[in-house]
């Protein structure tokens, strides 16, 4: 019998649904709707959140920002992390005074070392601890540049140190944390010298991070044993970022989520993971490097790669419909340099008209150096801040204005605002 002349055994009582479907019973019909609610809040969450992405070339400050918008709206710092931070403050030191130590010997000054000792010694005006700049120089090179020194590291001076090791740090900050505890008060007795700070006016050239003369003129403190890091030793510890860090705040109401990405060319191919629904870029781009080159690329210039990569970002199509800030990062350190590096004698910015040591003048040439670099004219000046990144009160002034312009251009682009 074929199975179209088939007929069943049982009719069916009108109505009633087939044997062989399945009916949702009324507890599975509430845990449906209760899904598809909450399907529709996360869809609505998401269409309402901000994303934010920190860009910019290596060392301009944008892990800095990233810090400090923890410290506005985040959680407070766990004491593993203070002690992670703690490693990381003398393992700066260390790759500081390595740096100053090697671009000090080429600049050919340690005869000024050696007559610097001779006239404290004969003023009777030597430090305290009997060791002269000279005296201090060689101990350091010998242990921290030349490595000639045999004496293995004193595993005893971690012994009651609230800082310790951290694992978290890794093995090559945690060595260097341990030499800075070994040879600290060489350190501090070395970077008191006038030669040093001649070897510090001169630093462009082996690119230290700035904010770390903070450290070294407090080395007292941060080698105590009941050394614990202030929330500025946190803002301004240098570990550069080689992978996408993400936090997530609620201000106001409002969901934000910010990522922070590596700035070295290295890390830029990571960067497109990031681009999708983006809300808004902060570019950060550092003022204070006009002078310098990249760590990775020594003939190229810091602040022609920074408006290169503007230009990238600005033109991508993926930030088409997106917010772009631009933050002019270490005005700080821009308005000390100026004093001593001219714009106009470097190659790349010999354009450069205004007068020599101003710091509004040079600002406003920058501006416009990257606001050349957009082929849409459209960029207002409101979109563009001078920031000091390690400068708490600053960045809250500043990031507080740009969650507002951020928010109102988004309502605009939603249609909920009218354009200007």
Known sequence: MGCGSSTPAHPSTPG???SNVSVATPPEKA????I?????????EDENKIKMLLLGAGESGKSTIF???????GTARSDDDLRMYGVVARSNIIVAVRKLLTHLRALGLEEELDRESRESEELDSADHASMTCRQAYDELIAHLVDNTATAAQDEKVLEGDWVGTSPRAGMAANNDAKLFLQHHESIRILWQSNTMKQVWAKRSAINVIDSHKNYLNDITRIASPSYKPSTQDVIIARVRTT????EKYRIDGIDFEIYDVGGQRSERRKWIDCF????????VAA???YDQTLAEAKRTN???????LFRSVCNNRAFSDTSIMLFLNKKDVFAEKIMYSDIAAQRPFCDYAGPTKDFDHGVLYFIQKFKDCLIDDEFNDSFIHVTCATDTNNMEFVLDSTRTIIMTDNLKKSGFLGAD
């Open 16 to 18: 009633a649904a087939p």
């Open 31 to 34: 845990i449906d709707k209760s």
């Open 36 to 44: 598809e609610n909450a399907l529709e809040v996360a869809k609505h």
């Open 67 to 73: 810090k400090q918008m923890r410290l506005l709206y």
């Open 243 to 246: 992978q996408v860090v993400q």
């Open 276 to 283: 999708d629904q983006v809300t808004a870029v902060i570019f």
């Open 287 to 289: 003022l204070s490097e």
């Open 302 to 308: 810091r602040m022609v790669e920074a408006l290169e």
